[in-house]
């Protein structure tokens, strides 16, 4: 897992005296889908209770084989999700095939993941030509039985963090 400044680093006023200075990470990996040639940008969202992916990147899997759609109560209509300044509806699904979790040097391999496909794509950025990346949320199976260990660099005093399983 690497990390990522999302932006540059707020300065605040320490009542004490003086400022805190307070970075603004993003924790970021691959998630490799069924069939796929190469891995997709995730970012690891711990504020995001489940996983979803944008419709560019669910688009290409097989109803049947890679996934399964699971169903809301008859009458049930989709739910409504917000992330930043969009807004859309999704659907469930259950993988068929496991989703592997990976950094540059670590790959895991996890089964049964449950998660959510968005009815759309969020805006791109202005500056970023790049496919929207794909969202992890705490449940639905990437990272259940994993821990993340979030820390600073001793030397340069830069946020890290690591994923960890057992």
């Not at 069939?35 to 209770?49: M, N, Q, R």
Request: aromatic fraction near 10%.
């Amino acid at each position: 897992m690497t990390v990522q400044n999302t932006g540059p680093v707020l300065t605040v006023a320490d009542p004490r005296g003086g400022a805190v200075r307070v970075p603004v990470p993003q924790f970021r990996c691959l998630v490799q889908l069924p069939g796929g040639l190469f891995p997709k940008d995730a970012v690891i969202d711990t504020g995001a209770p489940i996983t979803w992916f944008p419709e560019n990147v669910w688009r290409p899997l097989r109803d049947g084989v890679d996934f399964e759609w699971l169903g809301f109560p008859p009458g049930v209509p989709p739910p409504v999700a917000r992330i930043s300044s969009w807004q859309f509806t999704y659907r469930m699904v259950r993988f068929l095939a496991p989703l592997t979790l990976m950094d540059y040097s670590t790959m895991v391999d996890r089964p049964d993941v449950v998660a959510a496909f968005a009815a759309g794509n969020p805006p791109a950025y202005r500056t970023s030509k790049a496919p929207p990346p794909v969202i992890v949320g705490l449940w639905g199976g990437l990272l259940e039985g994993g821990r993340l260990a979030v820390g600073r660099d001793p030397a340069g005093g830069q946020v890290t963090g690591e994923l960890e399983f057992p």
